[in-house]
């Protein structure tokens, strides 16, 4: 196996890990609520404090990942976010529950800005589409096992159990990770660390002057937005809604996730390697076109008064949802110069999370909690709020469709 085959395997666990530790909280939201006598608000704002830590240290690990060892700087991530997760268990109030959310996000702040531009570096961008493929892959069938590990341990030994288990496979990938070698910056384009000496000012407008990386994140925060509310109130909605227990719904919604994901992804990341050949804007035009549609599945799946047609609903628009993923990503990190790809993948993880799933889920949660005050029952409030989703999936298909004809670096 090559070196860069062996990256992209290690990458690949680490962002499956990555997603079982984020969505495994959203499997046990209901129980976990109800011990500690949270209102939905608060639960969002879980959300909320963890993403805050994790876009303001994102900038800071991008910057020190385009100087120095980015698997040890990964390595120490992983490490963080995997007993902070485990140390979930132990707490028995709010204030403590936030304070281990926060160190979560420091964690994987120093793996999401490093991951992606490990790997450009590792592949020459015509196997990039096919490699950020499998590396995205990670993301449904890491929710997935959140969901669903989540949802069984919850429902066996209770939900504090479920963060210890989710913890535990970190911390052996952060042990791997910390004696890999670094790939070359730059190697892959034909370029040997082009920038280094540039100010950082000159090293940002190479960022913020580039039309498709800007493109790329206004979309991206949308749909963040959208998809941060989604996946974590979620199983909830079938849980109020139709009763569902915890169990089922985490073991439901994973499935869900890790079938559409799984095939969504590929999709996407397959139709772009097919079709960009012929068009280089075609991850542009893929990833446009399927979030588009996503939006009226999504009012279906919201409105859906029977579980058989939630599920159906839901399977329908995540899949839609999921094409938009590997296209994307990769769009950004190719749109930019080698010497500025981490710094760019950092400063693109600070604003997706800024304006998008930081907000999302307590702005749901809020307006749930008002709702329900106004009379609607638990489940309808719920379903009700998160219409809110539905402007963003919008915006997010037509910030792609204007970066259509783009050229990729400016």
């Known amino acids: 196996m090559t070196a860069a085959r062996r990256l992209l395997l290690l990458l690949t666990g680490i962002n499956l890990v990555n997603y079982l530790d984020r969505y495994v909280i959203a499997a046990i939201l209901d129980p976990l609520g109800k011990e500690l006598r949270l209102s939905d608000a608060q639960l969002g704002r879980l959300t909320l404090v963890f993403l805050l830590v994790y876009m303001c240290a994102a900038p800071l690990f991008g910057y020190l990942a385009d100087r120095l060892h980015r698997p040890r700087l990964v390595a120490a991530g992983v490490a963080l976010w995997s007993l902070a997760t485990m ?36 592949f020459a961008e015509s196997d990039r589409a096919k490699s950020f493929t499998w590396f995205y892959l990670a993301i449904p069938v890491g929710s997935a096992l959140g969901y669903g590990l989540g949802g069984l341990v919850a429902g066996a030994w209770g939900w504090r159990a479920s963060f210890l288990v989710a913890g535990l496979p970190g911390l052996a990938l952060a042990l791997w990770m910390a004696f890999q ?11 040997r660390d082009l920038g280094v000496g540039e100010s950082f000012r000159t090293r940002l407008g190479h960022i913020f002057l580039n039309r498709v990386w800007l493109a790329c994140t206004a979309s991206y925060v949308a749909y963040t937005f959208a998809m941060g509310a989604l996946s974590l109130w979620g199983p909830t909605l079938l849980q109020r809604r139709f009763d569902v227990s915890t169990a089922r719904a985490g073991l439901a919604f994973g499935g869900l996730a890790a079938v559409t994901g799984l095939v969504g992804t590929f999709l996407g990341g397959w139709l772009t390697d097919r079709w960009q050949k012929r068009r280089p804007d075609a991850g542009a035009w893929i990833s446009g076109i399927s979030l588009l549609a996503a939006a009226p599945v999504v009012v279906w799946a919201l409105g859906a008064r029977s579980l058989g047609a939630v599920y159906l609903a839901f399977f329908l628009g995540m899949l839609l949802l999921f094409v938009n993923t590997s296209p994307v990503n990769a769009m950004t990190v190719s749109s930019l110069p080698a010497s500025v790809r981490a710094t760019g993948v950092g400063l693109n993880v600070f604003l997706i999370h800024l304006m998008g799933d930081a907000i999302s889920p307590e702005l749901v949660g809020r307006r749930a909690d008002a709702l329900h005050a106004a009379g609607l029952s638990g489940g309808d409030a719920l379903a009700r709020a998160l219409v809110l989703v539905l402007p963003a999936i919008v915006l997010s298909g037509a910030a792609l469709w204007w970066a259509r004809h783009q050229p990729a670096q400016d």
């Open 87 to 122: 140390g979930a268990a132990l707490v028995h109030s709010y204030p403590a529950l936030l304070v281990t959310r926060s160190l979560v996000g420091v964690g994987e702040a120093a793996y999401a800005t490093l991951g992606p531009a490990m790997l450009a570096d590792g």
């Open 181 to 191: 070698v670094d790939p070359e910056r730059g190697a892959m384009d034909g370029v």
